[in-house]
């Protein structure tokens, strides 16, 4: 009823001729009683909020947002971010060329045309499959006894795939930044990219149901686009994927806490080849695949994976590894058409995110910057790294950090920019020269895209490091890259209103955005990011004490957070602990600062009815604990049934219940705000604290 309520308050408004994007008393007093109505619908006042802070700020959320309800696979403020960001998107996409657009987004708008019409493709879609493959080689399952298996070289058929479309079945190349002097570039050589993307969701119990599906796409595509008979198709998808669970074996395990150094060896590639010959010639790879001779040393990543590698192919027959290695290559080209008009666009608005995402960042901000946005994202990192340089001068708190390493601690921050992911001076032309994309066969442009995508990743060997590329993900959360010493602020949070407006209580933006913000600067202090200096290169410039004293205390959280379930799971225990790490101090970070902002405004004002502004019409809450109540709402969610298991299973990031109630359980001064009696759930005895 409550949300009810606040959409009726914006009745009037139109009504009386008013207009909301006036700065005027009245739209600033509705727009205040919104938030404050919706604030109020996601809580559940009658529960304690020192038993559990987070049923007590989203003890509502479920019951108006479940996604079970709504067929969704998760709701939350994040989802709600999207949702706004690409129905702009769309907006964009589909309307006729304009003023605002470049001959660059002419070319996205063409590819989204041609995905749209994707189904008239059809017809012709297993010729363009097939001949794709041709270019390779041939395909048993295609050809059935007439294979040659003796003509059939698996390092030489990867290399050539990943040469002409980056497309890398069984190991993967990049071209990227060196960690340890990340001026130049080097080559990296490890595992592929797979489907199911993690190792949890190829061993674990938890997981099977998503490998049957997987294991049925792979049987439909096989009969829908290159004709294999049923029987064939099924008894090949299983061999496909029971292989592809055995390659995952050798795959990272997230939870070993092994970071990037850990994980890479600056190696000659005649080292490699020492290693893993006969059955993985590293020198021909790299040369096939880069169409030269290297003969700098590389990085080979996760050696595991390489060693597992070698052994599975022994034992594999060359026939699975074949069909193996086509399905993947055709896997990438393929798209089912939508049984619907409104689900095709959805559906084309996610291929195109996942190749334009910078493109689509750089549109969305032409046509919808908000100064006051810039400014406001501007103003909270100023004064989140003015908070934390003092807290590393003369915190208390950060005693178990030696201080020659806290002065280093001190550069790193100094270091550290922050950048809106809006591409401004991205050289956009550069990027598509070659590309000719229209409007009528999806195949052709996504051929041609991943042509050239190819070519640039051989080019980059020698060329000037350019900015990581990091894809769709910085466009919607933002990110500390490490290897730049540069956090990434997506443009989609400069939508306003979600998350912050210049006429909400300074509560709100800093427990919301201030956060967010804090907890990727934390991040270039946790576990993995305090192996990186003030340049962004790989260096560990830690001492053997506080260093240990670090892993003293990471240890406190790894037996915190691996006593938590989420829906009758127990949570895994963990070494890594950098997503914790960072929410806790991430959210005393934000904390600290407006707690200076508010202190400030006390003593200027002299406590004028408590700061009447940091307050919320009908919101019996003090800006302090408004601050609390909207870092908790940010994690406000719901998970469909069928997704709970995958997410424990799979993602690195607690539930959103347990990030609100393990961070603020650590924290005193959120005890002292809601007078939680020591002993209480909200306020244990033992606490994790680093940052």
Same mark, same amino acid.
Not at 320 to 327: G, H, I, L, R
Not at 356 to 385: G, H
Not at 457 to 463: A, D, G, I, M
Not at 654 to 665: A, D, H, K, W
């Given at each position: 009823m409550r949300l009810l309520y606040a959409l009726f308050l914006v009745v009037p408004v139109l009504v009386h001729g008013e207009n909301l994007s006036q700065d005027t008393w009245y739209t600033r007093e509705v727009k205040r009683q919104a938030k404050a109505a919706e604030i109020s619908s996601f809580m559940n006042k009658n529960v304690d909020p020192c038993e559990n802070?987070?049923?007590?700020?989203?003890?509502?959320?479920?019951?108006?947002?479940?996604?079970?309800?709504?067929?969704?696979?998760?709701? =939350?403020?994040?989802?709600?971010?999207?949702?706004?960001?690409?129905?702009?998107?769309?907006?964009?996409?589909?309307?006729?060329?304009?003023?605002?657009?470049?001959?660059?987004?002419?070319?996205?708008?063409?590819?989204?045309?041609?995905?749209?019409?994707?189904?008239?493709?059809?017809?012709?879609?297993?010729?363009?499959?097939?001949?794709?493959?041709?270019?390779?080689?041939?395909?048993?399952?295609?050809?059935?006894?007439?294979?040659?298996?003796?003509?059939?070289?698996?390092?030489?058929?990867?290399a050539r795939?990943?040469?002409?479309?980056?497309?890398?079945?069984?190991?993967?190349?990049?071209?990227?930044?060196?960690?340890?002097?990340?001026?130049?570039?080097?080559?990296?050589?490890?595992?592929?990219?797979?489907?199911?993307?993690?190792?949890?969701?190829?061993?674990?119990?938890?997981?099977?149901?998503?490998?049957?599906?997987?294991?049925?796409?792979?049987?439909?595509?096989?009969?829908?686009?290159?004709?294999?008979?049923?029987?064939?198709?099924?008894?090949?998808?299983?061999?496909?994927?029971?292989?592809?669970?055995?390659?995952?074996?050798?795959?990272?395990?997230?939870?070993? =806490?092994?970071?990037?150094?850990?994980?890479?060896?600056?190696?000659?590639?005649?080292?490699?080849?020492?290693?893993?010959?006969?059955?993985?010639?590293?020198?021909?790879?790299?040369?096939?695949?880069?169409?030269?001779?290297?003969?700098?040393?590389?990085?080979?990543?996760?050696?595991?994976?390489?060693?597992?590698?070698?052994?599975?192919?022994?034992?594999?027959?060359?026939?699975?590894?074949?069909?193996?290695?086509?399905?993947?290559?055709?896997?990438?080209?393929?798209?089912?058409?939508?049984?619907?008009?409104?689900?095709?666009?959805?559906?084309?608005?996610?291929?195109?995110?996942?190749?334009?995402?910078?493109?689509?960042?750089?549109?969305?901000?032409?046509?919808?910057?908000?100064?006051?946005?810039?400014?406001?994202?501007?103003?909270?990192?100023?004064?989140?790294?003015?908070?934390?340089?003092?807290?590393?001068?003369?915190?208390?708190?950060?005693?178990?950090?030696?201080?020659?390493?806290?002065?280093?601690?001190?550069?790193?921050?100094?270091?550290?920019?922050?950048?809106?992911?809006?591409?401004?001076?991205?050289?956009?032309?550069?990027?598509?020269?070659?590309?000719?994309?229209?409007?009528?066969?999806?195949?052709?442009?996504?051929?041609?895209?991943?042509?050239?995508?190819?070519?640039?990743?051989?080019?980059?060997?020698?060329q000037p490091a350019e900015p990581l590329d990091a894809g769709e993900t910085l466009s919607y959360t933002p990110a500390n890259i490490l290897v730049e010493n540069t956090i990434k602020v997506p443009v989609s949070l400069l939508q306003p209103f979600y998350i912050w407006a210049d006429v909400y209580p300074n509560a709100i933006t800093f427990g919301s955005l201030a956060y967010l913000i804090g907890h990727e600067l934390i991040h270039g202090f946790d576990d993995t990011g305090r192996g990186f200096d003030s340049h962004g290169n790989a260096h560990d410039w830690w001492d053997e004490r506080s260093s240990n004293s670090f892993q003293d205390r990471r240890k406190c959280f790894t037996r915190q957070y691996g006593n938590y379930a989420y829906d009758g799971i127990q949570l895994k225990k963990s070494i890594a602990q950098s997503e914790n790490i960072a929410d806790n101090g991430g959210v005393r970070l934000a904390y600290t600062a407006y707690r200076k902002w508010y202190d400030e405004q006390l003593r200027t004002y002299g406590g004028a009815l408590e700061l009447e502004e940091e307050r919320l019409p009908t919101l019996n809450y003090s800006g302090l604990q408004l601050f609390f109540i909207s870092f908790a709402q940010i994690w406000c969610n719901d998970v469909h049934p069928v997704v709970r298991a995958m997410q424990v299973s799979t993602d690195q990031h607690m539930p959103g219940q347990i990030r609100v109630i393990g961070s603020l359980s650590n924290f005193d001064q959120f005890s002292e705000v809601f007078q939680c009696p020591a002993g209480s759930p909200m306020n244990p005895a033992e606490k994790c604290v680093l940052y």
């Amino acid at each position: 009823m409550r949300l009810l309520y606040a959409l009726f308050l914006v009745v009037p408004v139109l009504v009386h001729g008013e207009n909301l994007s006036q700065d005027t008393w009245y739209t600033r007093e509705v727009k205040r009683q919104a938030k404050a109505a919706e604030i109020s619908s996601f809580m559940n006042k009658n529960v304690d909020p020192c038993e559990n802070f987070y049923k007590f700020a989203c003890g509502s959320y479920e019951r108006i947002n479940s996604a079970f309800s709504l067929q969704l696979v998760s709701t =939350g403020l994040f989802d709600t971010l999207t949702k706004g960001y690409n129905r702009k998107i769309l907006k964009m996409l589909n309307t006729p060329t304009d003023e605002h657009d470049t001959a660059e987004d002419l070319q996205v708008k063409h590819f989204y045309e041609s995905c749209l019409e994707i189904k008239d493709l059809l017809p012709n879609y297993p010729e363009k499959l097939r001949n794709l493959i041709s270019e390779f080689g041939t395909m048993p399952v295609l050809e059935g006894d007439s294979w040659q298996e003796d003509d059939f070289d698996w390092v030489e058929t990867t290399a050539r795939m990943a040469h002409s479309y980056g497309i890398s079945p069984l190991i993967g190349l990049d071209v990227s930044k060196d960690i340890a002097n990340n001026s130049i570039n080097r080559i990296y050589l490890g595992q592929q990219e797979f489907p199911l993307e993690s190792r949890s969701m190829y061993v674990d119990n938890e997981t099977q149901i998503y490998r049957k599906k997987y294991q049925g796409t792979i049987k439909s595509y096989l009969q829908t686009f290159l004709g294999v008979e049923k029987a064939l198709a099924q008894r090949t998808a299983k061999e496909l994927i029971n292989f592809e669970v055995d390659l995952a074996r050798g795959l990272v395990d997230e939870s070993d =806490g092994l970071d990037i150094k850990n994980l890479t060896e600056l190696i000659s590639i005649a080292e490699m080849n020492k290693r893993y010959a006969p059955t993985l010639d590293i020198s021909r790879l790299v040369s096939i695949t880069l169409d030269e001779k290297v003969t700098d040393d590389i990085y080979e990543f996760g050696s595991r994976f390489q060693r597992n590698l070698v052994e599975v192919l022994k034992r594999t027959p060359r026939r699975t590894v074949a069909n193996y290695m086509y399905f993947r290559l055709i896997y990438e080209f393929i798209e089912i058409p939508a049984d619907s008009p409104e689900k095709q666009e959805k559906d084309c608005l996610t291929i195109v995110k996942k190749i334009f995402a910078k493109n689509l960042d750089n549109m969305f901000y032409r046509r919808y910057n908000n100064d006051k946005s810039s400014a406001e994202i501007e103003s909270i990192w100023r004064q989140l790294k003015a908070t934390f340089r003092e807290s590393l001068r003369s915190s208390p708190l950060l005693d178990w950090i030696e201080r020659p390493i806290r002065n280093l601690a001190i550069a790193k921050l100094e270091g550290m920019t922050l950048q809106v992911s809006n591409y401004v001076d991205h050289n956009f032309t550069a990027e598509f020269e070659g590309l000719n994309l229209q409007s009528t066969d999806y195949v052709e442009n996504f051929r041609q895209i991943s042509l050239v995508a190819a070519r640039q990743t051989r080019q980059k060997l020698h060329q000037p490091a350019e900015p990581l590329d990091a894809g769709e993900t910085l466009s919607y959360t933002p990110a500390n890259i490490l290897v730049e010493n540069t956090i990434k602020v997506p443009v989609s949070l400069l939508q306003p209103f979600y998350i912050w407006a210049d006429v909400y209580p300074n509560a709100i933006t800093f427990g919301s955005l201030a956060y967010l913000i804090g907890h990727e600067l934390i991040h270039g202090f946790d576990d993995t990011g305090r192996g990186f200096d003030s340049h962004g290169n790989a260096h560990d410039w830690w001492d053997e004490r506080s260093s240990n004293s670090f892993q003293d205390r990471r240890k406190c959280f790894t037996r915190q957070y691996g006593n938590y379930a989420y829906d009758g799971i127990q949570l895994k225990k963990s070494i890594a602990q950098s997503e914790n790490i960072a929410d806790n101090g991430g959210v005393r970070l934000a904390y600290t600062a407006y707690r200076k902002w508010y202190d400030e405004q006390l003593r200027t004002y002299g406590g004028a009815l408590e700061l009447e502004e940091e307050r919320l019409p009908t919101l019996n809450y003090s800006g302090l604990q408004l601050f609390f109540i909207s870092f908790a709402q940010i994690w406000c969610n719901d998970v469909h049934p069928v997704v709970r298991a995958m997410q424990v299973s799979t993602d690195q990031h607690m539930p959103g219940q347990i990030r609100v109630i393990g961070s603020l359980s650590n924290f005193d001064q959120f005890s002292e705000v809601f007078q939680c009696p020591a002993g209480s759930p909200m306020n244990p005895a033992e606490k994790c604290v680093l940052y």
